[in-house]
């Protein structure tokens, strides 16, 4: 039996901690069985063991996220064991596709047949708050249902604060998170007001964008991993700041629907998420589109002036014949040669009428 002195793997643990045995440590075994022995530091200490594995439950720390993704009509689950709070949340955000959130205490795989407690909005966050006041060493089992077609990804965490406590320390984004959104010859210029920092920390700007047709959530932290992302940029002292988002470095396609958002991220990674996050760009123009449109002015000109030294020349033509008096049986005679249908050829007239001596050029 393991001891003090004799074990694998020890470690001290508060109430509510976790220990994790990681599979790529060359001490684990697949198809072992494992005891485990609990060594007291005090006299009469009381406890509580819970054992999962992490093949099937993945474990949940309070205030950790976790990405995942789940395909549809499956389930992933998860477990996470609160110590004393006032309350619990449970928060599913979205990445791609849509995800339902189920949870409870009693089941060990909470279900859209089994739960306690559920959420299922459809193209927005799902949460479970547990405002209890009394929670004292529960567990809580969380169910994720993959509800779109595909792979669903999303991003889940879970805390013991309330909402305004867990929040409070994030940038909170200038005039209520609106961005302002114009599109240049060079790209799209994202303009927005600058965020303030709860706990006095320099703020740094990132504009996030994506194709319209593309399933990428926007409006959470989690859909922006998955989004292109500009490079971090100060705050301009002004207040206000603008971000460009160049059809050069960004690869901004002309003629393309974007969604576009802004975060604020302070030094510990909390981001502010602008609101106007779903905001979609029409008709962007490409920096080259001057280029195009010079090209084409050139070829109009060229044109044009060839059909003027074309037309120029036949009016040079017809005056030379009405100058030089030539005689109409010469003009008849060219009207109604071969391949002329009728017309005047003037430059054939001029030419024959000249071999023939029947006409000189007049002085200039």
Known sequence: MPSASDHLWAKTLSFGQHMVFVASETSFCHDCTYYIAIHSITVGDEYELRVTGLGSYAVLLNEQYVYGQVAETEYMFYETFVDVAL??????EACTGNADLYMSQDTYQPSRYSYTWRSENTNANDQVTINDESLNQIGFYIGVYGEGAGNNAYRLTVHTQSDHAYDRDFPKPGNNGAIEVHTTRNGIEVTFANAVSPTGQ????????????????MYSMCGLDYAFVSDSVSGDESGTTTILLSTDIHSIEPGLNYKINVAAIDADERYGIYESSTMEVIGIVGSAWWVWLVLILVIILVITVLFLVFRNRRLTQELEVEMGDIPKAVVRKAVNGPGNKGKINYAQLLAETEDEGDYEPPPI
């Open 87 to 92: 309350n619990f949340t449970a928060r599913l």
């Open 202 to 217: 320099a703020l740094t700007y990132r504009a996030y964008f994506s194709p319209a047709d593309s399933n990428v959530v």
